[in-house]
């Protein structure tokens, strides 16, 4: 059997017709709940009822779901359900909203949809932790068939370890059967660290109630009583369990729903159960507790739930007309292959931040976590290369990353004349953490992050078309530039983004990010009215490209490092230049280079560079945007795709891996995956159509 993951809007009648002839691919993991760095749940497997579906870290996140055909109970979902049969899978399909399932069991097809509608430029769906899971049913062999389906969810879902205390509760909400369960303790944003699960706030789980008695039925209770029931009859325990609080792991309690679909002929019935997470305070800024933005004006878990299920109809279909449309795009961008990596990208992307509301409430915060790297929180080196994403589908929320960055770094404590690398470890900003924090010079990343810092803030001043964003910060952002002036040709022994390679002096791609950057800043000045320094850094920047050129030469290529022929790296911090249209680097040279880079591909990838095999996955879209042919972007790209369907590393996409193995090197499930979107970010009438102003 093959499993089609084909980024598309589902249909009855079938899929759209430029993706139906897209060649059968395999995701490494399949996003099912994915919404910040905490409520983020995926299934490692191609089947999703091979095994438990787990938080992204790798941790169980128990959920089981089976449907009961007359009288047989099928499983569809988890790991285990003692003696349910086990319903076939028949295909999963990704979209940048959705995952669909269709399964077959006992005469019927069931298709199980997880929708987190993360609509980039609806700040309140963004911020919204709610997922629809919607079952629907239809008899495929001619018959008539009863047809219930259970859904359950675990206590590991509301704890770090499974031996902490959870308790829970039924809330009681106009129209809605909710469940709801958290931890005993709620030490809320007590612990920062990179490999942990959340253990305050709760998770709900809730049903609109239905107009007839019995069509929604809910308990919490042991699993294998709750689960048990459902296989033997049908039926749920009598009780919700009272022997509470208790460890998540004592007998593994529940929130257990059953919805009853009725009688099922050859038209689908459906139903549609809710999971959400109020976890009520979200990050701590600067000692500041600050709250989701969905609870910036005073709103709580009742109201949200109230308002998901009233617009839920209108929300599902406005997540298909927008999968519809940005697959659409992507495809015309990039290929229908290309659209489909990006669909995988989209929703961990965004599940890899925290949208937040400053103190006074009013201003979007979005903070990143760099998952399984080191913990970090709005790391400036992680949020660049997700900016393609932000850039093209909302530039509020790559402001929302910066603005802490720039408030921190525009501050007293903030020392150095270059930017900062990071604000703490999440979930708490408190200030820079990474290479000694804000004391220590040693082992920060100067050329890197300033040079970021600028090419962002360039951006924003493109598609915004003015500058009024970056001149609020212009001081600390005017000492950036003066600093690369001075250091950034030819950068010394110091860190870039790719830190996992080493300090590195004289980094030709390094030089380049700072010699587009001062570009990048003169075009600032520019549209500021600061002529005068808009024409000194400009000519500062010819100037040094006439010296890049010269030292990197190598012959049918530029170097790794200025100094030592026969290296060679990816010189993906050029494709700026196109992007900003800055007209710096002659075309010759970004044509070399992809010409040589073609030589060098592996079977799954263009390394890094000379030293080793690995490479990175967003660092090769940039790279493959530099070509000016279509095709030379493809036989850049390619390798991705394949990559992706055949990596034995199941977990949610890596952006680190061997070129040769196609084995994780380390990193996965980052926000920096967005970077892929940068071919359609090439496309300026495309960026101009996603890319509109923000309300809120």
Partial sequence: MKFAFVIACVLVCGLPSVLRAAEPFRAPAVPLVTHDPYFSVWSFNDKLNEDWPKHWTGVVNGMCGMVRVEGKAYRFMGGAAKDALLAAQKSVIITPTRTIYVFEAGGIELTV???????????????????????????????????????????????????????????????????????????????????????????????????????VRAIIAADEDARGNFVRDGSLPAKDDARQPRPARDQWPVLAMVQNLGIVKQEAASRRMMIAYDDEYSIEYMTHKLRPWWRRNGADAASLLKTADKEADAVLARAKAFDEELTADLTTAGGPEYAQLCALAYRQCLAA??????????????????????????????????????????????????????DYASGERWKFPFAPHDLGTYPKANGQVYGGGEKNEKN?????????????????????????????????????????????????????????????????????????????????????????????????????????????????????????????????????????????????????????????????????????????????????????????????????????????????????????????????????????????????????????????
């Fill in 113 to 215: 949809s997880f929708c987190s509608p993360l609509i980039a430029s609806d700040l309140e769906l963004v911020s919204r932790p709610v997922t629809y899971m919607t079952f629907s049913a239809r008899a495929i062999d001619g018959g008539a068939h009863g047809v219930q389906v259970y859904l359950d969810a675990s206590g590991e879902w509301v704890v770090d370890k499974p031996d902490q205390q959870v308790a829970w509760d039924r809330p009681k909400i106009d129209g809605l059967t909710v469940l709801r369960m958290g931890s005993k303790d709620q030490p809320v944003l007590a612990r920062k660290g990179d490999n942990l699960r959340i253990e305050w706030g709760h998770l709900y789980l809730a049903a609109a109630d239905g107009a007839a008695p019995g069509v």
């Fill in 353 to 406: 931040h925290k949208l937040v509301a400053s103190e006074d409430g009013k201003t979007p915060m979005l903070f990143s976590k760099e998952n399984f790297s080191n913990g970090c929180i709005d790391t400036v080196d992680v949020t660049y290369p997700s900016a393609p994403f932000f850039l093209l589908l909302n530039p509020t929320l790559l402001k929302g990353q910066l603005t802490p960055i720039l």
């Fill in 444 to 696: 920060q990343m100067p050329v890197e992050e300033s040079g970021n810092m600028l090419i962002m803030l360039g951006a924003l001043a493109k598609i915004e078309g003015n500058a009024d964003y970056a001149n609020k910060y212009w001081p600390a952002i005017s000492k950036w530039a003066a600093y690369l002036r001075d250091k950034g040709l030819d950068p010394e022994n110091q860190l870039c983004t790719d830190d996992f390679a080493g300090h590195l002096a004289h980094n030709t791609n390094l030089s380049l990010k700072a010699i587009v950057a001062m570009a990048a800043y003169a075009d600032l000045c520019e549209r500021l009215g600061k002529k005068d320094d808009a024409v000194s850094y400009r000519k500062s920047a010819e100037e040094m490209v006439a010296k890049w050129a010269k030292l990197a030469e190598d012959g049918d290529h530029y170097k790794l490092i200025f100094d030592k022929e026969g290296t060679w790296s990816q010189k993906y911090n050029l494709v700026w230049d196109r992007l900003l249209d800055l007209k710096l680097f002659p075309p010759a040279i970004a044509a070399k280079e992809v010409a040589y880079y073609k030589t060098k591909l592996n079977a799954f990838g263009l390394p890094l560079d000379n030293r080793k095999a690995y490479t990175k996955l967003d660092w090769i879209f940039w790279t493959a945007t530099l070509a000016e042919k279509e095709e030379d972007f493809r036989t850049i790209a390619a390798p991705c795709y394949q990559w992706a369907s055949h990596t034995p590393s199941r977990v949610p996409m890596t952006d680190w891996y061997d070129t040769t193995t196609g084995k994780m090197s380390g990193f996965q499930a980052r926000s920096v995956v967005g970077g892929i979107f940068i071919k359609a970010l090439a496309d300026q009438k495309m960026w101009a159509k996603w890319a509109q102003p923000v309300k809120h």
